[in-house]
């Protein structure tokens, strides 16, 4: 419980009321995850009366709503219900059984009489009341079928229905807040790394990503960047949908303001926007700026036989940066002999706060081999042995390098003998920085001893 009503706290601040109009504001947190608040004018009956609330979330999830009446008379909520039946064919067609329809087929035939079965093949209707002809249509050659009203309990969308006591009618403004799920944001950075590879010119974008089965017109929008703990219910409520992606760019860009909200970071866009349902928008998330990096060589033996291509920053404002980055793809380009933008490579981070490192694997070195061998092993003890390694660096390229080796001894260790220096970063990792010439080769060869 204690967990639920901090997660509730956060949420409700990220969508404080800004004044009582109407208007929808939404919060999209990187969890697919979205709270929904909603300032509508409602007319409430007198006394106990049936109100309806349309146009929710289909994955909405009913426990989380909070209503509250911000503009007119007091009015109480006494019961809710949330009705998610919608519509269909099939289900119209469920709800007419043995009762009278018209079909008519493709060819403008028309057949009529009582429903008596049902499926995805085909129709069946009774067209004697029993005692005269039975008729099985093929639904593939239905053209439409005429029903003589909507069923009850079938709804045209999504609905909260509430029963409401209020001490004086009329109309009033109430505000609505729900959580909702099938919503989800991330952000996306672009950069371009220039010819000698010391800057990038980065930009970042927001891809907010809904599937919750409603659209938001000219809402308020804050993004938030964080891991906020949910607790999972084995059962969602609400319809999934499958349908295409449609792409969205604006064409001119708004500016997030940030802040931090409680152990997370808020993103506050200054102009309204519409999130349509079963759509990915595009936003800027800060414009272009250029950053100092490092490209670095690394040869891990744990993480495979290759020469690893790293770029790395410092997330500063000496860099370019100094802000909280949130989680997301890096994708990494560059000028070809012509000028063309060429892909050269792509991560994810994390979210990273501000002056921490980012480091990003963009691919292998297509020009420098490495090659790691154990050469020996010795038993000196029963508890303690040696081993000798070497590790050749060969550079194809046209220019010298320096690749970072890396090596990670175990147990209780002492390096022994060395052909190069080395720097202790932790318990079981050493790094070697190996200079190499052009069309040359390096040999690092060092002994440990292990005790155990």
Partial sequence: MKVMSILLTVLLAAAATHGAEPGIAITVYNTDLALVKEVRSIDISEGVSEVKFGNVASRIDPTSVHFKVVDGPDAAVWEQNYRFDLASTSKILERYLEKDIDVVTEDADLFSGRLISVDGAGIVLDQGRGVGPVVTLNREKVSYVRFPMLPEGLISKPTLVWKIG???????????????????????????????????????????????????????????????????????????????????????????????????????????????????????????????????????????????????????????????????????????????????????????????????????????????????????????????????????????????????????????????????????????KLPVEADGETVLAYTVRYEY
């Fill in 166 to 432: 209020a001490e004086r009618g009329g109309d009033r403004l109430v505000e609505v807040t729900y959580m909702t799920s099938s919503i989800n944001w991330h952000a996306e950075y672009v950069g371009v790394i220039n010819e000698d590879d010391t800057s990038v010119d980065l930009a970042a974008w927001v891809s907010i990503d809904n599937r919750s089965g409603a659209s938001y017109k000219d809402a308020r929008l804050d993004l938030v960047a964080g891991d906020v703990h949910r607790v999972r219910e084995p059962v969602a409520l609400g319809r999934g949908y499958k349908a295409d992606m449609q792409l969205e760019m604006m064409a001119a860009a708004p500016e997030f303001q940030e802040e931090q909200l409680f152990e997370y970071y808020l993103y506050k866009l200054d102009t309204p926007a519409t999130v349509a349902d079963r759509e990915i928008k595009q936003l800027a998330f800060f414009p272009s700026t250029a950053v100092g990096v490092e490209k670095v060589l690394e040869f891990d033996s744990y993480r495979g036989t290759d020469v690893r291509v790293l770029l790395e920053f410092v997330n500063s404002e000496e860099a370019g940066l100094g802000r909280a980055l949130p989680a997301g793809k890096v994708r990494m380009y560059k000028e070809d002999s012509i000028g063309d933008l060429q892909f050269i490579g792509e991560d994810r981070i994390d979210h990273t706060p501000k002056n921490e490192d980012v480091e990003l694997y963009l691919g292998n070195a297509f020009d420098v081999a490495a090659e790691r061998k154990v050469l020996a092993t010795r038993k000196i003890t029963n508890r303690v042995h040696e081993e000798d390694y070497e590790i050749s660096i060969r550079n194809h390229k046209d220019e010298d390098v320096v690749v970072l080796v890396v090596e990670h001894p175990h147990a209780y260790w002492t390096v022994t003998a060395k052909t190069h220096e080395y720097e202790k970063v932790e318990a079981s990792r050493i790094e070697f």
